[in-house]
């Protein structure tokens, strides 16, 4: 046999899907690693397409997740997030993936790295490597097995699932390998980035989930009603929207210069927020400006996202949380305390817990329920690095 054959588990997580290994199952040297995951997906690929791997060539579907049990006495398992861009011969370890976080809990338990009930709800404790998180999931359980089906409809995924329910703890102050440094990084809720050739453009740099520039949609350009077809499709929108990016990446103290800042291309995520406007979403239902807090769209390794990233969301609902921000000033109030936003699939309801201490915002927890499903569960096949 030419090929090696590694146990992985094919698994939608949110709006993502992602292929999950055990880490034990990998080589322990990351460059070695880091050459059998692009090969699993597919990368790099001249063509855009992953015809020779398990990626979808897209951001939300060229995706990798190591799990193994965790080294600290705190958590069950330890989770680390590799995204694989399509034309880029690198695994981007600098953040996370919050919809794929969904399938961790669902995973762990089936590879019997956690024990739950047979049935009602168990609790997974996870440690988000990336970023140096604790995140709680709630799994459902049912006859001994994950309950994977069941009525919950999530925006951007095609057919109902089962809840699973996420708590993102003390999101805002990142202590891994993608960390960021305080939830505000300069300290002020909104800074004024001076951009080449584009010129001064008012954002709200947050780490909440993933680092996050935030800007009013009409301060780009946009309505904040756009979807996919709208911006990527016209390269020169983009390339001025990752200009942008990196100029807040650097005023992050993620990047010393826009050069370094262009070779990270999963953090920091630009979203762009607005008003609640009614609008068609992308499957041609009408979303009412009534039943929505906000209007936000995200850009993913370099295009806008198809929904709303997972990390998106907590920083969404972290950043609506805090006084001044770009997104509390635009976002509408809930009785709840719950944030309703409208994103290009339709909508997604999250919420933070935030409090002002000493001067400094802190939040202490961000809320968010998806859905997970295992679509294929084997081996993947790849041609040996070493051979």
Known sequence: MTQLRIPAVYMR????????FLASDLPADPGKRDRILLRVIGSPDPYGKHIDGMGGATSSTSKVVLIGKSQRPDCDVDYLYGGLAVDKD???????CGNLTAAVGPYAISMGLVAAPADGWATVRIWQANIGKKIIAQVPMRGGEVQEEGDFELDGVTFPAAEIK????????DEGEGAGGAMLPTGRVCDWLDVPGIGRIEATLINAGLPTIFVAAESIGFKGTELQPDINPHPEVLARIETIRRAGAVAMGLAATPEEAGKTAHTPKLSFVAPPQTYTASDGRRVRAEDIDLLARVFSMG?????MTGTG????ASAVAVAGTIPN??????ADGRVRFGHPSGTLSVGAEAREEGGAWVVTKAMMSRSARRLMEGWVRVPNPDR
């Not at 997580?13 to 999950?20: A, L, M």
């Not at 690198?90 to 996370?96: I, Q």
């Open 90 to 96: 690198a695994v981007d370890w600098s953040g996370n």
């Open 166 to 173: 996420l708590a993102f703890l003390d999101p805002g102050a």
């Open 13 to 20: 997580g949110g709006t993502s899907k992602g292929v999950f």
């Open 303 to 307: 295009p806008l996202h198809h929904a």
């Open 313 to 316: 969301a907590v920083a969404i």
């Open 329 to 334: 000033r635009l976002a509408r109030r809930s």
